[in-house]
């Protein structure tokens, strides 16, 4: 029967399926996509973000682990096992705070390490620019941490006038009053994604993170391999992530990341229709919303004194 299948629909593959959680699949839907997007159209053509990719920032963290992770190897065919080395210990768990924007430039790393004293060494490596910070209780990112990176880290390096930062919904972005205040004060429009949606709207998941944390652990595999009696630890880190970040931290990966995602260049329609998991196709109202807020947007940009990047 399934060879049969095949024979008459040759297009057709037998693929393995990936989970994905019923929030996001409930999370990730027609009108919620369609509201973000008239929100951010509003933004961008009130603050002229279409012509501006350098004010358009989108910033995350991901955690990074001290230890190996199987990668892809070439091996002979009927091969049982196939060892890969592992330090054998689970290894520690560092947060790093990664922000691009959509012109292609990555502001340096800034990492969370849980503890109260640092140690200079554990810089050497790092990319320049990079900034460390011990976090008694957890390597996480919480509210406090994340306004001290706003002005500290992102601010000095923001470009004058307004800017557009893209963040995700967690309460380290929303909830502490003077992260919001600092913010509207220093001209910088933070924008929170909707819920359980980052993993088709934000950029740095769409683009980025894969890269980076393939890249680590690819770095930490051939440490492991020429040094086999050494332990992964902070001490190791800054040149393991450093060359990883050298690899990842790429202006075509930027482009890709907010490209993808329909900020910049401003596509709505981006979005392929398999994202929508709990939804059947539409041909009707939802789907001409989105026709509509990118005909507006053409429009936008087309009555606009300011040239754009084609020179419309």
């Known amino acids: 029967m399934v060879r049969t299948v095949f024979k008459r629909r040759p297009e057709i593959s037998i ?130 941490i994340f306004l001290e990176w706003l002005r500290t880290h992102f601010l000095p390096r923001k470009p004058s006038g307004k800017t557009l930062l893209i963040v995700d919904g967690h309460t380290s972005h929303t909830t502490n009053l003077d992260l919001l205040e600092f913010a509207e004060q220093n001209d910088i429009i933070l924008f929170c994604l909707p819920s359980h949606t980052t993993h088709y709207l934000q950029p740095l998941d769409r683009a980025f993170f894969k890269s980076l944390k393939s890249n680590f652990y690819a770095e930490c595999r051939f440490m492991i391999q020429n040094n086999p009696n050494r332990v992964l630890n902070r001490l190791q880190f800054g040149k393991l992530l450093g060359r990883a970040w050298g690899n990842s931290a790429t202006v075509q990966n930027a482009a890709s990341a907010f490209k993808s995602t329909g900020i910049y260049p401003f596509d709505p329609l981006i979005i392929p229709e398999y994202a929508f998991l709990t939804q059947t196709p539409l041909e009707s109202p939802e789907t001409e919303t989105l026709q509509t807020v990118q005909t507006d947007t053409l429009s936008v940009r087309a009555e606009s004194s300011q040239p754009g990047p084609s020179g419309i």
């Open 15 to 144: 693929r393995k399926s990936e989970n994905t959680s019923i929030a996001r699949a409930l999370g990730m839907s027609r009108e919620t996509v369609n509201i973000y997007f008239l929100d951010i159209q509003r933004i961008m053509t009130e603050h002229n973000f279409y012509d501006k990719p350098g004010h358009i920032f989108n910033t995350d963290e991901t955690g990074l682990q001290l230890n190996t992770r199987a990668g892809q190897v070439l091996a002979e065919q009927g091969s049982k096992c196939v060892p890969s080395l592992s330090p054998g210990k689970k290894g520690e768990t560092i947060s790093v705070m990664a922000c691009c924007s959509a012109e292609g430039t990555f502001i340096p790393p800034y990492y969370i390490f849980k503890g109260k004293n640092k140690k200079e060494d554990w810089h050497e490596g790092m990319p320049p620019g990079s900034t460390i910070r011990m976090s008694e209780k957890s390597a996480y990112v919480n509210s406090e």
